[in-house]
């Protein structure tokens, strides 16, 4: 009788503590849904919950159309595969030695996908770096940012202002999940962070890089990449 009850109340905690898990991973994926669901109502695209093949629910997923182009939110581990070949492009773009599109700190993050035409074929990324010149301006001393070869004027006009104030947001509000990245590789403009979406503060700054990645894709689809040695109409911003 002892041997037995030394069995199964461990066996009885563990069942214990498995359904408090479930619960409150249940509660976490209403509250994210949630979230998808404010930004699916204000963008007019759509939200669904992929699942496993064991019939269990993933982290939602927000797709459609808005401003005419495509547009996606979704969560993703490291090394997520829907990511790689924008991850190969980038890694052609930063380099041995640079960072890595799908490299983050907790090994989860969420990440908005922009699609573009890109007829210049610009490629340029944006990514959290605290090693900048500390006599530089601000944006300068928290971000590396790298244009591919003949992209330096077209990436200045599509890295607007705008973007850079909400990059450099993240840091200076001391987010709980600071920027990752932001790239423009291939037909895609890309935005990461580390993390699950869980907050209304995120949902709100996801919102916001939404209008800001479309605006950026405009302007990388209509501005032509100015020809070497040749006089251009595009000047960069100030």
Not at 12 to 36: D, F, H, M, T, W
Not at 92 to 115: D, H, N
């Amino acid at each position: 009788m002892k041997t037995f009850t030394l069995i199964i109340l461990p066996a009885l905690l563990l069942v214990a503590l498995l359904v408090l898990y479930l619960r409150r991973a249940s509660g976490r994926s209403r509250e994210q849904g949630k979230l998808y669901e404010s930004l699916a109502a204000r963008f007019g695209l759509s939200v669904f919950t992929p699942k496993t093949a064991a019939g269990l629910a993933m982290w939602p997923e927000l797709g459609g159309v808005y401003r005419g182009r495509e547009v996606r939110v979704r969560g993703g581990v490291e090394f997520d595969p829907r990511l790689g070949e924008y991850d190969r492009l980038f890694r052609g773009l930063s380099g041995a030695s640079g960072p890595r599109l799908r490299e983050v700190r907790q090994g989860e993050f969420t990440y908005l996908e922009v699609k573009c035409a890109n007829p210049s074929r610009l490629a340029f990324y944006v990514a959290f770096d605290k090693s900048g010149p500390q006599g530089g301006a601000e944006f300068d001393r928290h971000f590396r940012v790298k244009f591919g070869e003949g992209g330096d004027l077209l990436g200045g006009m599509v890295l607007t202002e705008a973007l850079r104030r909400e990059l450099l947001s993240t840091v200076t509000a001391k987010c709980l999940h600071p920027f990752e990245k932001l790239a423009l590789v291939g037909d895609a403009l890309l935005y990461i962070e580390t993390g699950r979406l869980k907050t209304a503060d995120q949902a709100e700054r996801f919102a916001r890089m939404i209008d800001g990645l479309c605006d950026a894709a405009d302007v990388a689809d209509a501005t032509p990449r100015p020809l070497r040695g040749v006089a251009s109409h595009v000047t960069a911003p100030d």
